[in-house]
């Protein structure tokens, strides 16, 4: 399906990222580096997957405005554990969350949750744009900057392969470490709720 998509070029990004937002657990980010890789104009391609991902995500603060439940699970597979979780955590929180829909994992209950809250369809649209479009920016930033090094980076990794592992590894300690303390705070918050109001 992916090579298909990227054959489409600007419309096959628009459809995986508006996919990708809704109801299809891909990335659209391999569908965008594919078609840029053929060397698609960078704004078009951009603008394309920022418009598809911010209509995925309306779609998905669409039905929760609708209030049914059952069409979150049925459409979207979103656990009514998880969405009523999310929505009790965005409560008060406001419009600008909307910001936040681009995050993997749990973008989708954002803009689910919202839809529940009745936040500003507006004011999420706007922040939920400029979230999306930061998002796509800085991947094609980074697909632009290591496609004109990808020698020099090839050439890091082959001659310093120890340096490079301990990078990785560094990186994946800090994942693993930031990870931990947020389920050991979310722990805490649970067994000891009262704590916050020291």
Not at 124 to 129: D, Q, R, S, W
Not at 174 to 198: E, F, H, Q
């Amino acid at each position: 399906m992916l090579d298909f998509l990227i054959n489409y070029g600007y419309i096959g990004v628009f459809i995986a990222a508006f996919l990708a937002a809704t109801i299809l657990p891909f990335s659209s980010e391999v569908v965008l580096a594919g078609v840029m890789a053929t060397g698609a104009d960078y704004w078009p391609l951009i603008t394309a997957a920022t418009i598809g991902n911010v209509l995925g995500g309306m779609t998905c603060y669409w039905l929760g405005t609708l209030g049914k439940r059952e069409w979150i699970t049925k459409y979207l597979g979103m656990p009514p554990e998880k969405v009523d979780r999310w929505t009790h955590y965005l409560q008060g929180k406001g419009a600008w969350m909307a910001f936040f829909v681009f995050l993997p994992g749990v973008g989708d209950f954002f803009a689910v949750a919202l839809g529940l809250l009745r936040a500003n369809a507006w004011a999420v649209l706007g922040f939920m744009t400029a979230g999306k479009f930061l998002r796509y920016l800085v991947l094609g930033e980074s697909l632009k900057f290591t496609g004109k090094h990808w020698d020099t980076i090839m050439d890091f990794i082959r001659t310093h392969p120890v340096l490079f592992a301990l990078l990785v590894v560094f990186v994946i300690a800090i994942i693993v470490g930031l990870t931990l303390a947020y389920k050991k705070k979310k722990r805490s918050a649970i067994t000891n709720p009262d704590s916050s109001l020291d």
